[in-house]
T-cell receptor, first 112, second 113 residues
């Protein structure tokens, strides 16, 4: 069964350092999402791509976060510099244009 | 019974019981709803979805009910098993353009053997 792949699964970094997460969506899924999830809460959307274009980044803290999906397939989310409050689970999901979103296993980020 | 924990509402049931998890959604224009199951340390797992032109949809051991009048969604799990223990989230999607999913607060389901 096709799955969304994410790496790394866990990341520990010091504040002010740069960190990057990678996501490979389900083959054929044109829409890709990055979410942040704080423990005990539901995921919150950071950015949504349709193919290689950003269609919603209204909740992305653009002073320190960036995301790209250059060829419309895999994607990278970067944080620079990381802050203590960025500690969370970062989830990637993908979908066909209509239908449900399928999530990857996530990257657990700890900023010390 | 159902209780509000420190972080999440919690539903505790015995193995073999039927479970009902409820969700109130916020946007009357939402046209698509999904239930997700999330186990500790893992990403949300798609369980079942329903579109707003339906009021009931059944899967394997799960049923989703949609009441648009009161903006209420429920997930029924038949013959609940210990492996069903997880946090369950409902999510709604608006009906315009590239509408995104908005997740509810989540309910923790604890199944005792």
């Amino acid at each position: 069964e096709a799955e969304v792949a994410q790496s790394p699964r866990y990341k520990i970094t010091e504040k002010s350092q740069a960190v990057a997460f990678w996501c490979d969506p389900i083959s054929g899924h044109a829409t890709l999402y990055w979410y942040r999830q704080i423990l005990g809460q539901g995921p919150e959307l950071l950015v949504q791509f349709q193919d290689e274009s950003v269609v919603d980044d209204s909740q992305l803290p653009k002073d320190r976060f960036s995301a790209e999906r250059l060829k419309g397939v895999d994607s990278t989310l970067k944080i620079q510099p990381a802050e203590l409050g960025d500690s969370a689970m970062y989830l990637c999901a993908s979908s066909l244009e209509t239908g449900g979103q399928y999530f990857g296993p996530g990257t657990r980020l700890t900023v010390t | 019974g159902e209780s509000v924990g420190l972080h999440l509402p919690t539903l505790s049931v015995q193995e073999g019981d039927n479970s009902i998890i409820n969700c109130a959604y916020s946007n009357s224009a939402s046209d698509y709803f999904i239930w997700y199951k999330q186990e500790s340390g893992k990403g949300p797992q798609f369980i079942i979805d329903i579109r707003s032109n339906m009021d009931k949809r059944q899967g394997q051991r799960v049923t989703v009910l949609l009441n648009k009048t009161v903006k209420h969604l429920s997930l029924q799990i038949a013959a609940t098993q210990p492996g069903d223990s997880a946090v369950y989230f409902c999510a709604e999607r608006g009906n315009s353009g590239y509408s995104t999913l908005t997740f509810g607060k989540g309910t923790m389901l604890l199944v005792s053997p």
